[in-house]
């Protein structure tokens, strides 16, 4: 049996809502609330697939509105938001639940222009106090983690 991929379902059911609604980025949160709820449900508060469950479908969501270029700071706000109603939904750590979707939205570093994270982590940073930091951190980690292994890779 196929394993199932929330982060793609969910950038599919973006892009196909996106070319239909008036507001892309709400369409994209909503689908992100949807798809996250449902793969939440019968889930422990302690699973330990929690943090990469929650990364994929952020990851997913941005990726859908990245394709339809849409605006990503505003919808990684909103993704941000749907993340934590879910979390106290779910009786998730709400901390916890919002690394995760930081390292979904983080992904899109590699498709985007710097000004782009800059806009994305300042939006983040006035809806989220610390959240912005955080996501700073996170990217941080990514590009090590990148240059680490291009570096070993040379070897």
Do not use: W
């Not at 394993?3 to 689908?31: H, N, W, Y």
Request: charged share 25%; proline share 3%.
């Amino acid at each position: 049996m196929e394993e199932f991929r929330i982060g793609q379902l969910t950038k599919e059911l973006v892009a196909i809502k996106l070319q239909k609604m008036s507001d892309p980025c709400a369409a994209a949160a909503e689908l992100v609330q949807k798809t996250l709820s449902l793969a939440l449900k019968g889930l422990s508060p302690n699973d330990p697939g929690l943090d990469r469950l929650i990364a994929d479908a952020c990851r997913g969501g941005i990726t859908g509105l990245l394709l339809a270029d849409q605006n990503l700071a505003k919808g990684a706000v909103l993704i941000l938001e749907v993340v934590a109603e879910l979390a106290s939904e779910f009786n998730l750590d709400p901390a916890q639940a919002m690394k995760g979707a930081l390292h979904g939205l983080a992904d899109l570093h590699r498709f985007v222009q710097p000004e782009q994270i800059y806009d994305i982590t300042h939006r983040i940073e006035a809806n989220f106090m610390g959240a912005g930091e955080a996501f700073s951190q996170i990217l941080g980690e990514i590009k090590q983690t990148q240059s680490g292994s291009r570096e070993e890779s040379n070897l």
